[in-house]
């Protein structure tokens, strides 16, 4: 298995237009969804991801006659944080929440597929595995503070039997944040230059 860390080299080539990697940035990340009489619009703002640093790659494959580019990374601890609104319909009930949420994967591994896309790419990620997690999510019972620490206590316990349902919803998310950033990090870089077949 060919490994290779990743270093302070993530902090972005701006002469090129390349954002840092450590932390990225997303401006605004948005999902919606609606199936059978419930829908909801989750719109994830100012987010930090942090943690690329002490990441290794653990696979790397380039498929340059499809334009496409596919790697695996592990990370001992990844950190991400920024702020919410989510909008929900369920049976004409509506919904609305606001506020800051942060997350800490540790033991964490994800594979990258990247596509070229136009002067764009597509990005998907996938999470492979999660060793463990914390998630803090601000707000959710409106302010009731006893009663959002209970919150936040069960669902800290109880995130693995739920993950596998949440998982599609998860990589879609990160894969749209992802699609952003790199479309606007590698839209002019001559990738051509630095890598030769």
């Not at 060919?2 to 990697?21: D, N, R």
């Not at 790659?57 to 990844?78: A, C, G, H, L």
């Not at 914390?134 to 316990?157: A, K, S, T």
């Amino acid at each position: 298995m060919s490994v290779m860390k990743l270093t302070s080299t993530l902090a972005g080539i701006p002469e090129m237009g390349v954002s840092p990697f450590d932390p990225h940035f997303a401006k605004e990340v948005k999902q919606t969804r609606s199936i059978v009489g419930m829908s909801y619009t989750l719109t994830l703002q100012n987010v930090y991801e942090k943690g690329w640093t002490q990441s290794t790659v653990t696979k790397y494959k380039t498929d340059w006659d499809n334009q496409r580019i596919i790697y695996s990374q592990y990370f001992p601890e990844k950190w991400l944080e920024g702020d919410y609104e989510f909008k929900g319909d369920a049976l004409g009930l509506s919904v609305f929440r606001g506020g800051r949420w942060n997350l800490t994967l540790r033991d964490y591994s994800q594979t990258t597929r990247i596509k070229r896309n136009g002067s764009g790419v597509d990005v998907h990620v996938e999470v492979d595995h999660i060793g463990d997690m914390d998630i803090h999510v601000g707000n959710l019972l409106r302010g009731r503070g006893v009663l959002e620490r209970m919150l936040d206590r069960v669902i800290n316990f109880t995130w693995k039997p739920g993950f596998a349902m949440v998982r599609p919803l998860i990589n879609e998310l990160v894969s749209t944040a992802f699609t952003d950033i790199w479309s606007r990090s590698f839209k002019d870089f001559p990738v051509d230059k630095f890598i030769k077949d």
